[in-house]
C-alpha cells in the first residue's frame, strides 16, 4: 500500500482535524478552572523554590478552532509573601472571555455531529 493509495474525503479530514483542536481547547478550559478559587496563605521561603513554582505555572497554549487563532496565558509569580496566578484568554489578538470559548466549543461539538 502506497500512501497514494489512501484516500480521505474532505469531512473526514475536517472531522480529524476539528476533533484535534475540540480536545485541545476542552483540555486548555480544564487548565483554565484548575486554577479556579486559587488561594496561596504565603509564597516559599527559598528564591529556587519559588522560581520552581513559576516555571511550573507558566502556560502559554495556542490553538486554532472553528477558524480562530485562540491563545490562553497562564502566569504565576511568587514573591516571598504572596503568590499570584494571571489568566487571559485571546481570540484572533483580542481579549475575551471564558464563556465565549465554551460557546465555541458548543459550536463545534454541534457541528461535528453533524458531519458523517
Known sequence: ?????????YN???KTVESNNLKKAEESVKLWHSYDGSYFWRGYNIANARRAWEKKNNYDIKFELNGNEWQ?????????RHAYVTRKL???GEKV??????SEIEKVREKLEGIE
Not at 500500500?1 to 474525503?9: H, L
Not at 490562553?72 to 516571598?80: P, Q, R
Not at 472571555?97 to 465554551?102: P, V, Y
Request: glycine share 4%; charged share 25%.
Open 1 to 9: 500500500m502506497k500512501a497514494t493509495d489512501i484516500k480521505i474525503t
Open 12 to 14: 473526514e479530514y475536517y
Open 72 to 80: 490562553m496565558i497562564i502566569t504565576g509569580s511568587m514573591s516571598a
Open 90 to 92: 485571546y481570540k484572533n
Open 97 to 102: 472571555t471564558l464563556r465565549e470559548l465554551n
